[in-house]
């Protein structure tokens, strides 16, 4: 029993690096070690459980002396973000550069539809305030007020906005920073917390899009039990799979569906007669964009999996049918996806 006390410790996945996970202990452990550099034990594996950032898990066969050992036991989750692939979230802050890039209310509205779909609370931070002249700093926050956010304008140049941020930031649980790259995702919270010391990069090209500095999401502690992940930009969120939940991403077409809202359960809110939703909205067009994305999907989808009955759907994807035996090298390859996001082809 002695043995298995000190060769067995739980933790936090902090970071994962290609097959590595960073687990920071719950409690140091001799010699006051309290990182592990972590292998996944095959039983993981073949059970097809990922490990995420985020998770809270158990490690065994410690050697302290080389601060090593493996995750052989992950705990289950209470949320999920599904990209960047963050177990555990208790808030998404989404940040949208007001300049440099220029704010694209499309690409901003999938980033606030996949944290809103994790169920948890979402926040929206505007940087770079400094780039554009306080009326259009204002003017922005007001629409975005209208789609049910209480939006942070800040710059990291002036300091604008940090405090109201910190203290956000400040509560407890685990808040992941989201947006594309370039954003200044990484420089707010050199802003916040100087020692770390993150890598950032200047954007670059005519649409001054960000370089993909960040490789890997991780997570970082802000104020006791609070912890901050830093996440690669990425410039495509996914939408949902269903397009039945799509109209409970829009907080503002949310509280419109309340009570009683529009009297048709199957409705597109698409100017239906009839509909009480009708098209005197911001996001009307947004909305309308994004339905017509998930609706087209899903078709796709539904006709592949007809003519190739070898496919199943995973997620968002479909991915064939293997014996189980074939089946971990393609999930493997998938969590790297996950969390060494950048990609897309666009960026
Ligand atoms: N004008 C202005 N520029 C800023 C501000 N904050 C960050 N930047 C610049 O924006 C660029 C990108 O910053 P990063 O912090 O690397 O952006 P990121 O969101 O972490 O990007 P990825 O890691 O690629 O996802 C850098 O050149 C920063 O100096 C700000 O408040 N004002
Ligand atoms: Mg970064
Ligand atoms: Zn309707």
């Known amino acids: 029993m002695v043995v298995e006390a000190l060769t067995r410790a739980s933790g936090l996945v902090v970071a994962l690096l290609a097959n590595y996970a960073w687990v920071a202990l719950d409690h140091p452990g001799p010699g006051g070690v309290e990182r592990l550099l972590c292998t996944r034990r095959t039983r993981l594996g073949k059970s097809g459980q990922q490990i995420l950032s985020g998770d ?3 490690v065994d066969g410690i050697d302290w002396v080389a601060a ?5 036991q992950v705990f289950e989750r209470h949320s999920v973000l ?3 692939a963050v ?3 208790s808030r998404v802050v989404v940040v949208a550069a007001l300049m440099e890039p220029a704010l694209d209310p499309l690409q901003l509205t999938r980033f606030l539809i996949t944290a809103e779909a994790t169920g948890q609370s979402v926040e929206l931070v505007l940087s770079k305030a400094d780039a554009l002249p306080s009326a259009a700093v204002e003017a922005w926050c007001a629409r975005l007020r209208g789609w049910g956010y209480d939006p942070m304008a800040i710059s990291t140049r002036t300091g604008q906005g940090l405090d109201r941020l910190r203290q956000r930031l400040s509560e407890p649980g685990l808040t992941v920073l989201c947006g594309p790259s370039g954003v200044g995702k990484s420089s707010l919270l050199n802003a916040l917390m100087p020692a770390l010391a993150l890598r950032v990069a ?3 090209g005519r649409l001054q899009r960000g370089r993909h500095t960040t490789r890997h999401v991780e997570l970082f502690a802000l104020a006791p039990g609070a912890l901050v992940a830093d996440t690669p930009g990425f410039n495509r969120p996914l939408l949902p799979a269903d397009p ?4 409970a991403l829009f907080p503002e077409l949310r509280a419109a569906l309340a009570p009683g809202g529009c009297r048709y359960s199957n409705c ?20 309308g964009r994004c339905l017509v994305d998930v609706e087209a999907e899903a078709l796709r989808q539904a006709a592949a999996q007809r003519s190739e009955p070898g496919l199943r759907q995973r997620g968002s994807r479909l991915e064939p049918r293997l014996q189980a035996r074939l089946r971990e090298p393609s999930r493997r390859r998938q969590r790297q996806d996950l969390d060494q996001a950048p990609e897309d082809g666009e960026g």
């Open 68 to 72: 090593r050992g493996a995750v052989t």
């Open 56 to 58: 809270r898990v158990v």
């Open 202 to 204: 200047a954007v670059s």
């Open 244 to 247: 039945a939940r799509l109209p």
């Open 268 to 287: 597109r809110h698409q100017g239906e007669p009839g509909c009480s939703i009708g098209s005197a909205w911001d996001r009307a067009e947004l909305f």
């Open 82 to 84: 599904e990209r960047p």
């Open 87 to 89: 177990a555990n979230v």
